[in-house]
């Protein structure tokens, strides 16, 4: 089909707007000398209470535009190329019996030829299987980029493809958006999904959905998680063995996560079994994204009993934790110690390097899609809730305690006594 525009050769007083309007047969025809009926531009007196539209006229010529069509390649032009029928073409692709070998190879060398891919929506209404499987991620993070790592490599001779949605971290969406995406993809673009840190719990999905770092609403679900415990453990208890008594703790919400709740507890249980009392001043939320970060360190540094080191729910919180105490003239490690959870690349990056608790985050994902694979093969995956290990590793943010607390300027910190040497 052709685009003609209808042209006056003089445009009458009082037209102030162009309309499109779409007109056909032999009226068309018969006035702009097309071949085939299309959309014609045609224009519009407009007055106080109605408009005239002008008809086609003798008067009025045509001009012909290139017809804009998509560049996605067709099954009919697959046909054609091949010398063959559309259902003969739909055969192939569907693998059905009943073809020549040499009209298969033909067929296909013009699917080559052409750069051919079926409609992801044509395709489920066919099959009612994509071949797709999605990520889900609230937001695109050092955290969430090293799961996707491990999830293509788990993906790789599958057959599969992968596609990843995320809702750009806008705060406004943040609670119950995996549940408004999955409703959007699943039987449709999708055959299943991976959930990550999801806010709301899964599982009455008809689809095969996995979590990765779950909700703790999770107990019929199938998810993948770290041992947060025995790493919140390991951080506090490295602080702890270098003279550290007064350690801060910053989560990241939704406090429903089960790695938050689990951080937290492992925090407390160090603290407790080194006979350090837990004291609800040395812990902040530090919301989801930096500003939020640098008031809960602020508050934190600014105590008259400030904390001699901070333990980080994750390592992005931990760098912004380093970043507001230089603002606030305090060096880290020898003001302040920091130790962060997760090891993404950026912990290396940093001045000094972060020592963190290390989550396989590229293992989780790899894991996640495995399982999500098992799933839709029909296969029962070995463990319904997997927990993989965790470690510490030791880098330059984190030093023996200050025989004496340096206060932020006009913050009104005292010194504070040196801190007893661990037995």
């Known amino acids: 089909m052709q685009l003609c525009t209808g042209l006056l050769d003089a445009w009458p007083s009082g037209v102030r707007r162009l309309s499109c309007r779409r007109v056909g047969g032999d009226k068309f025809r018969a006035a702009t000398g097309c071949s085939t009926a299309a959309t014609a531009i045609v224009l519009v007196r407009e007055q106080t209470c109605q408009s005239l539209s002008i008809t086609f006229s003798i008067r009025l010529t045509a001009r012909t535009i290139p017809a804009v069509r998509s560049n996605r390649v067709t099954i009919r032009e697959v046909a054609a190329q091949a ?12 693998e059905r019996h009943g073809v020549a070998r040499s009209t298969l190879e033909r067929v296909r060398a013009a699917i080559d030829e052409l750069g051919y ?49 995320s809702t750009g971290a806008d705060p406004a969406g943040r609670i119950g958006w995996e549940r408004r995406y999955l409703s959007r993809l699943l039987g449709t673009l999708i055959d299943g999904a991976v959930l990550v840190t999801p806010t709301a719990p899964t599982g009455q999905e008809a689809s095969p959905v996995v979590a990765v770092d779950p909700h703790t609403g999770e107990d019929g679900a199938w998810t993948v998680q770290a041992d947060n415990v025995h790493g919140a453990r390991l951080a506090v208890e490295h602080l702890l063995g270098l003279g550290h008594r007064r350690i801060a703790f910053l989560g990241r919400p939704p406090r429903d996560l089960v790695s938050g709740k689990q951080r937290e507890e492992g925090y407390r249980s160090a603290l407790a079994a080194a006979g350090v009392p837990f004291d609800p001043e040395l812990v902040r939320n530090a919301g989801y994204h930096e500003s939020e970060s640098a008031d809960a360190v602020r508050s934190l540094l600014t105590l008259p009993h400030r904390p001699t080191a901070v333990f980080a729910a994750n390592d992005v919180t931990a760098i912004n934790t380093m970043e507001t105490a230089l603002t606030l003239g305090m060096r880290v490690p020898d003001d302040l110690s920091v130790i962060g959870f997760d090891n993404v ?10 020592t963190t608790v290390e989550q396989p985050l590229q293992l989780m994902g790899q894991r996640a899609v495995e399982m999500l694979l ?16 965790t470690r510490l590793v030791r880098r330059a943010s984190c030093a023996a305690a200050p025989t004496r607390v ?18």
């Open 117 to 165: 891919e079926s409609s992801i929506v044509a395709r489920s209404l066919r099959n009612h299987r994509t071949n797709v499987i999605g990520i889900l991620v609230w937001a695109i993070e050092p955290y969430s980029a090293e799961l996707l790592k491990g999830a293509a490599r788990a993906l790789r001779g599958t057959g599969y493809e992968l596609v990843v949605y």
């Open 345 to 354: 690349p950026e912990s290396t990056a940093v001045e000094p390097a972060l």
């Open 406 to 423: 340096r206060g932020v300027i006009g913050s009104g910190a005292q010194p504070e006594d040196p801190a007893p040497t661990p037995s």
């Open 374 to 389: 098992d799933l839709l093969a029909g296969r029962s995956p070995a463990e319904r809730q997997l927990t993989l290990p």
């Open 83 to 94: 010398g063959v029928s559309v259902a003969t073409v739909s055969k192939v692709l569907n």
